[in-house]
């Protein structure tokens, strides 16, 4: 079944759109997307964020924008730019403050979103992430249905329920018929700081063998590491650089691959 597309403003020119989901809350998918962002920034792509997580926003306070606000003409919504560049719309920048409750129903969130990418003034943008909330509900389902995705990344963590989890997240996407560029494993270990031995916190991790089963790629297991959550606290992500190097080379790798880029 075909689903008409939504069309962006005359302000806009998106060239790529890759949606982050996950199955389940907690295994930091929008720290997975933030670095995402700041990876294809540091390759020198123009990058948008948008974030679709409308009653869980993280993004803003991840990139320390958190404070500032977005504006509208009554035509076009106005991004808030990031210190590198990246262009970031949230309801949070739109909202007075950023802990008011957002007591929507679904259809009412679901529309939210699409106007935050119809009427977003985005400018010319190679690759606009979405955010998506966790789980297959109605945010999820919008986007797919009228949103032009070019590819979707599945953010999980090494715990039992993982193998449910991540298939429920494929299937919905084949079931839209939207290409998965891949999974990312966040909090896979934690190195240990003075023997470098790999620990597994939440238990032996399994994505490989998950991931070969659905015939998907692994993009990057992601370690803890507690210099990486205390500048996403900070709001100076971008200034992270210890493993950005190979996951943005990996990552790069397969968004050429599967989308071009």
Same mark, same amino acid.
């Given at each position: 079944m075909e689903f008409q597309k939504e069309k962006t403003n005359d302000l806009t020119n998106i060239k790529k759109i890759i949606a982050v989901?996950?199955?389940? &809350? &907690?295994?930091?998918?929008?720290?997975? $997307?933030?670095?995402?962002?700041?990876?294809?920034? !540091?390759? +020198?792509? !123009?990058? +948008?964020?948008? %974030?679709? %997580?409308? $009653? +869980?926003?993280?993004?803003?306070k991840v990139f320390g924008i958190n404070a500032k606000r977005a504006e509208s003409d009554g035509t076009h919504i106005y991004p808030v730019t990031t210190a590198t560049g990246i262009k970031v719309i949230s309801l949070n920048l739109l909202i007075e403050k950023e802990d008011s409750p957002v007591i929507w129903r679904g259809p009412i969130i679901a529309n939210s979103v699409k106007q935050f990418y119809t009427d977003t003034a985005w400018g010319d943008l190679d690759y606009l992430l979405i955010d998506l909330p966790p789980g297959t509900g109605d945010v999820p389902l919008t986007i797919m249905q009228s949103l032009p995705v070019d590819g979707i990344v599945v953010v999980t963590s090494p715990q039992d329920l993982v193998s449910l989890i991540v298939t429920k997240s494929i299937n919905m996407a084949k079931m839209m018929n939207t290409p998965i560029l891949g999974i990312v494993e966040n909090m896979s270990y934690f190195e240990c700081p003075d023997c470098n031995k790999k620990i597994n916190i939440f238990g032996k991790s399994n994505i490989e063998e998950i991931a070969k089963d659905m015939d998907i790629d692994v993009i990057a297991k992601l370690p803890i590491d507690p210099q990486f959550v205390e500048l996403c606290d900070e709001g100076r992500v971008e200034l992270y650089e210890k493993i950005n190097l190979d996951f943005e080379e990996s990552f790069s790798k397969k968004i050429s691959e599967k989308i071009g880029g």
């Open positions: 989901m996950s199955g389940k &809350g &907690g295994v930091g998918k929008s720290s997975v $997307t933030s670095l995402m962002a700041v990876a294809l920034r !540091n390759k +020198g792509y !123009n990058v +948008g964020i948008l %974030d679709a %997580d409308i $009653t +869980g926003p993280s993004i803003p």
